[in-house]
């Protein structure tokens, strides 16, 4: 599989797997994105219900991956990526919930960003050694530290905006032996993204370190966001009667974005609700009118308190190839507060089942969709969060305290950062040289 940038310059060059998630970004300031796509239904057709989440991960990357990952390699991968797995709850004949909660951090991110740590310490053996740059907020942080942790020749810096360290075992800490440096910037989540960019785009820099991100802008992970929708449908496919149609919570767009590569591969959807809080990052996607770099506000679903989304290029790549095909196969809701909440209150009270505001904008607008006259497909909406990172919510929609795994009351445990340091590029290439 070979990627190109979003950027269409005459004669660029086409780049492997390996080297655009090494490379992360392209130097003419684009962002990765397939130039070619792989059908892969004959892999994925013959799956049946009892396939396991590794084996189809491996199964799918080894394919998609011709040539740069063998069948053994990927199943290394797979095997080392994934302790958790998705859960497909039927609920009955219209509607579904895939729950990507089970991860580190109980948040869809860990499937996207665990592919691309495992992958990259696979490509990475007998090579020299790679610096994983990346910018977080709370708990994608920990989801990259512990994706990363122990990963041979691979060394993870995480810068932090202001505010709380948080949830980083100090065990995995480079001056204690481990091998990932946290470090706090004097500015914002923005600040860090650009600091990084400059940092890549630093050529001298870049590549005496050896630097690249496991960010979203990195195409590997995204690519793998691609095998669960492929999960989900081949766990279905047997009771489906009509089509299926993917119902995503969307912030940044990556999510959406694996699930229309997984569409290019040959996934048999026959749409996509893009449900977005009252922030409307895409105010329209068809007319590909990206929102503006207005403040967001604060609704109860924070991961989709985007209003400028990061990954609109790649989404507009799709859109400038066949319009009138992405015209019929995204459509859009906007969901507010109100209706998110009740949401959860009703899923809870019609299924006994838990989700997180993020998984009930999804499915608030699933429903929406569905009670559309004539329409009988079947709509599977992604819980992408675990609603125990949600305790105050769980408390009020149950009337029980929120049972909260082990793993997850770690994300609130206050971390030190190895250094503190001005929203300074300069600052930034002394810190990391200096934590060796
Ligand atoms: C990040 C996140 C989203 C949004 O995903 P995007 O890829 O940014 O669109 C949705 N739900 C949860 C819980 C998230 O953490």
């Keep these: 599989m070979l990627f190109k940038s979003t950027v269409k310059t005459n004669n660029a060059p086409l780049v492997t797997f390996k080297d655009a998630i090494l490379r992360c970004l392209p ?125 041979k020749n691979i060394i993870a810096v995480i810068l932090y905006p202001q505010g709380l360290v948080r949830g980083i075992d100090t065990e995995a800490l480079l001056k204690n032996g481990g091998n990932i440096i946290p470090i706090q910037v004097n500015g914002s989540l923005d600040d860090c993204n650009k600091l990084i960019a400059d940092l890549i785009h630093d050529r001298e820099f870049s590549d005496r370190y050896r630097i690249t991100c496991a960010n979203a802008i990195n195409p590997g992970r995204l690519l793998s966001q691609a095998f669960y929708y492929i999960y989900a449908f081949v766990k ?62 604060a609704t109860i679903s924070p991961a989709l308190d985007i209003t400028y989304p990061s990954n609109w290029e790649r989404l507009a790549s799709f859109y400038e190839e066949t319009p009138a095909v992405m015209k019929n196969m995204v459509t859009q809701r906007v969901i507010d507060d109100k209706t998110t909440m009740r949401t959860i209150e009703d899923v809870w009270k019609r299924y006994g089942i838990m989700i997180d505001p993020h ?26 969060g675990h609603a125990a990172n949600y305790p105050e919510i769980t408390a009020k929609v149950t009337g029980k305290p929120a049972v909260i795994p082990e793993r997850l009351a770690l994300l609130r445990q206050t971390a030190t950062p190895c250094a503190v340091i001005e929203n300074d590029l300069f600052a930034l290439e002394t810190a990391i040289a200096a934590s060796y």
């Excluded at 219900?49 to 740069?68: C, F, R, W």
């Excluded at 009252?278 to 329209?284: E, G, L, R």
């Excluded at 999804?362 to 819980?383: E, M, N, P, T, W």
């Design 27 to 151: 130097e003419d300031g684009g962002l990765y994105i397939p130039a070619t796509v792989p059908d892969l239904r004959r892999f994925f057709l013959y799956m049946d219900q009892d396939t396991n989440y590794k084996e189809m991960a491996a199964t799918l990357a080894a394919n998609l991956l011709q040539g740069e990952l063998n069948p053994y390699s990927a199943s290394w991968v797979a095997e080392s990526a994934f302790s958790f797995e998705p859960d497909l709850k039927q609920l009955d004949e219209r509607f579904s919930i895939l729950d990507l909660g089970d991860g580190p951090t109980g948040v869809f991110k860990d499937f996207g960003i665990a592919f691309l740590a495992a992958v990259m310490e696979e490509f990475l053996k007998n090579a020299s050694p790679v610096m994983v740059i990346s910018a977080a907020q709370g708990d994608i942080g920990t989801s990259i530290a512990n994706a990363f942790h122990k990963r």
């Design 236 to 297: 279905l496919k047997q009771s489906l009667q009509d089509a299926l149609l993917f119902s995503v919570p969307c912030g940044n767009f990556g999510n959406l974005i694996g699930g229309l590569y997984a569409w290019k591969f040959g996934l048999p959807a026959s749409g996509f609700i893009a449900a977005q809080n009252s922030n409307n990052p895409m105010i329209d996607i068809a007319a590909g009118i990206r929102g503006t770099a207005r403040s967001p506000t």
């Design 359 to 384: 998984g009930a904008v999804a499915f608030a607008a699933a429903r929406d969709v569905a009670s559309q006259k004539g329409f009988y497909d079947h709509i599977v909406a992604l819980a992408t």
